[in-house]
């Protein structure tokens, strides 16, 4: 059963009066919790594989190559896996060198916000550097890059220096990816076309 599958089973669990009390938490007991949150990834891998525990904690320590061991915890659900990390740069440079792969089915990684309801994350979209090719001469600027980039997701970051333009994009991996944009430059009424 997927994430999915068990989103759509809880949002129909209906609660009655006599399910209750509400159990409320004190900020004691949910300590040790919060401080696990900060140091965590999600990460959920894409493919028509069941990936075992052994395959994400592989990359974790042959891959990534962190300063402090990673601690990989299965989570019940296929293929999402929660990465434990023994401090926050070793996450955030992991959470920002992707994208990770996996026997070449992605891998996306989320920090998780809130409460950490594993339900509730969108696994959908991973960053990816995306090159701009065929680009005319007077379209070689940060401008023109964040234009384009923005055309193909939410955008991170351009990089406009060396011989070729790119941009940091959130994709969406769950709809084709997008080959090219065609551009008009006003001034020559000149149709081009940007390869991606």
Do not use: Y
Request: glycine share 8%; with cysteine.
């Amino acid at each position: 059963m997927d994430s999915e599958e068990i989103e759509k089973l809880c949002e129909r669990l209906n609660m009655d009066d006599h399910d209750e009390p509400v159990v409320q938490m004190a900020p004691d007991l949910i300590e040790e919790g919060k401080e696990k949150l900060d140091l965590c990834l999600v990460g959920k891998v894409f493919g028509n594989k069941i990936v075992n525990l052994e395959g994400p904690n592989d990359v974790a320590e042959r891959v990534w190559r962190t300063s402090r061991r990673i601690k990989v915890e299965a989570m019940g659900i296929s293929n999402i896996f929660m990465f434990h990390f023994g401090c926050k740069d070793d996450r955030q440079r992991v959470l920002f060198g992707g994208p990770w792969n996996f026997n070449n089915q992605i891998i996306s990684l989320l920090k998780p916000t809130g409460i950490g309801m594993i339900s509730a994350m969108d696994f959908s979209e991973v960053l990816f550097w995306i090159k701009f090719l065929n680009v005319p001469i007077i379209c070689r600027s940060d401008l023109c890059a964040m234009l384009w980039g923005e055309m193909v997701g939410p955008m991170e970051e351009v990089e406009s220096e060396g011989p070729v333009l790119r941009a940091r994009v959130s994709i969406d991996i769950t709809k084709p990816l997008c080959r090219g944009l065609k551009i008009l430059i006003d001034d020559s009424n000149e149709l081009g076309t940007i390869l991606i």
